[in-house]
């Protein structure tokens, strides 16, 4: 059951370059989408998040964007620090079908900024 | 800053044993959450726990799976009979709210059933 999909399981960049995480979902239900960061050993930790509709959701070095069209939703983080080398989950939830709150994610794809 | 801790961090369980894993959401939270990350695999969820009852759960949760809030702070998932396949990191999670917005995680309990 792969509602939603994170088909690059790792990207590698450079530091102060663009970091372009993507995920894709097939669920038209999901209304609420979340990405979170997490280190080994560590639980994820909430980044950003975007509601079905918005486009676009800025903070700071971290951009959102979702293409609900296509389906698809992507992390943008500009300019990548070394700091952020991690794997990162998006997440989805439609919160409009029984309201639990429940969180589905994404396989994750693992960051890795080099200096 | 506000945060969910879990404990033990670690535990190590002989299979057909009973854990309970043990989570203290944020404090003005009223939504909590258990899901599981088996080693190189996705973060699933296991279920939502809403007004001292489980609004949500998935089929993982069986009947092996138990949750309860057993005072105003603390929220905690058993596992019966533990098996192999259950060991993985658990983590438990709570939210203000279950619309549009965020959940907050805590650190993970390993469970590692021998």
């Known amino acids: 059951d792969q509602q939603v999909k994170q088909n690059s399981p790792s990207l590698s960049v450079q530091e102060g370059r663009i970091s372009i995480l993507n995920c894709d979902y097939t669920?038209?239900?999901?209304?609420?989408f979340l990405w979170y960061k997490k280190y080994p050993a560590e639980g994820p930790t909430f980044l950003i998040s975007?509601?079905?509709?918005?486009d676009k959701n800025e903070d700071g070095r971290f951009t959102v964007f979702l293409n609900k069209s296509a389906k698809h939703l992507s992390l943008h983080i500009v300019p990548s620090q070394p700091g952020d080398s991690a794997v990162y989950f998006c997440?989805?939830?439609?919160?409009?079908?029984?309201?639990?709150?429940?969180?589905?994610f994404g396989q994750g794809t693992t960051l890795q900024v080099k200096p | 800053e506000p945060e969910v801790t879990q404990t033990p961090s670690h535990q190590v369980t002989q299979m057909g044993q009973e854990v309970i894993l043990r989570c203290v959401p944020i404090s003005n939270h009223l939504y909590f959450y258990w899901y599981r990350q088996i080693l190189g695999q996705k973060v699933e969820f296991l279920v939502s726990?809403?007004?001292?009852?489980?609004?949500?759960k998935s089929e993982i949760f069986d009947d092996q799976f138990s949750v309860e809030r057993p005072d105003g702070s603390n929220f905690t998932l058993k596992i019966r009979s533990t098996k192999l396949e259950d060991s993985a990191m658990y983590f438990c999670a709570s939210s203000e709210d279950s619309g549009n917005t965020e959940a907050f995680f805590g650190q993970g309990t390993r469970l590692t059933v021998v």
């Open positions: 669920n038209s239900m999901f209304d609420y």
């Open positions: 997440a989805a939830s439609d919160y409009g079908s029984g309201n639990t709150g429940k969180l589905i």
């Open positions: 975007i509601s079905s509709i918005k």
């Open positions: 726990f809403y007004n001292n009852e489980i609004s949500e």
